[in-house]
């Protein structure tokens, strides 16, 4: 993580220069390096509905299941503004993540899919079973 200095990578996916990324990443930059904030090259991409970009640093090797400074992912940034085409390409390759173990598979893909979406809390209090009244579902 870099302190205290603008990082070309970013500053070039931020002014949409498709050229000159290709260029840094040919020469070896790290795809995947974050601001002393925290913010990345692939939340720029996201931010800027840049589905294009976002296509060249995957293709690179990034990282998709990554934050931004408020913990917001890039997933759940391209959905909540509609950004439909960035959203499916960080979709697909989250599908294609293969984690050491299956069951961290369908955990990591479960997860990053539905974050953005606030699950209803079942409590024991609160749900929903037989009424008292009623046995074998018939009331007396």
Not at 25 to 53: F, P, W
Request: charged fraction near 30%; hydrophobic fraction near 35%; include cysteine.
């Amino acid at each position: 993580m870099m302190t205290g200095r603008s990082i070309p990578i970013i500053d070039l996916v931020s002014a949409g220069d498709d050229e000159e990324v290709l260029k840094l990443l040919k020469k070896g930059c790290d795809v995947n390096e974050q601001t002393h904030s925290g913010t990345c090259a692939v939340i720029e991409a996201v931010v800027r509905n840049d589905d294009n970009m976002l296509a060249i640093l995957i293709k690179a090797n990034a990282k998709v299941d990554v934050k931004d400074p408020l913990g917001r992912t890039a997933l759940e940034i391209a959905q909540k503004r509609g950004f439909t085409k960035v959203a499916e390409l960080i979709v697909e390759t989250l599908a294609s993540y293969e984690p050491s173990k299956p069951e961290e598979k369908k955990k990591t893909w479960f997860n990053t899919l539905f974050q953005s979406v606030n699950p209803i809390k079942v409590h024991p209090e609160n749900s929903i079973s037989p009424s008292p009244l009623k046995k074998n579902n018939q009331v007396k």
